[in-house]
């Protein structure tokens, strides 16, 4: 079973950008989709992009793709999600969730059975 771990996050001025990680162990993440997802303080969890670990394609929320990318570096078996220009409204838990053999890869957090634990970002005005 994968387990999946998130860090990177932080205190960030408005303007600034973040690169969060999620470091998966007990499986490849070549056999997974990998989801990045984010909730806010009151607000319900939301979908920010994937990646589809077969050939690396991705996808993203609407709106998303202008200031987040996704990457991943397959020897370390680890996603990145990085976020640019920061607004006080990014401020969120962000979380990477896994699903084996999701095809194509979503952002419906329904479709994922594996969670990291979160990463907090806060931007401050």
């Known amino acids: 079973q994968v387990q999946l771990v998130e860090s990177g996050g932080g205190l960030v001025q408005p303007g600034g950008s973040l690169r969060l990680s999620c470091v998966a162990s007990g499986a490849s993440l070549n056999y997974y989709a990998v989801g990045w997802f984010r909730q806010a303080p009151g607000k319900e969890r939301e979908g920010v992009g994937c990646i589809r670990g077969s050939d690396g394609s991705l996808q993203f929320a609407d709106s998303m793709e202008l200031r987040f990318a996704i990457s991943r570096d397959e020897s370390k078996n680890t996603v990145y999600l990085q976020i640019a220009s920061l607004t006080p409204e990014d401020t969120a838990v962000y979380y990477c969730?896994?699903?084996?053999?999701?095809?194509?890869?979503?952002?419906?957090?329904?479709?994922?059975?594996?969670w990291g634990q979160g990463t907090q970002v806060t931007v401050v005005s």
């Open positions: 969730a896994a699903q084996q053999w999701l095809l194509p890869c979503t952002v419906d957090a329904g479709h994922y059975n594996h």
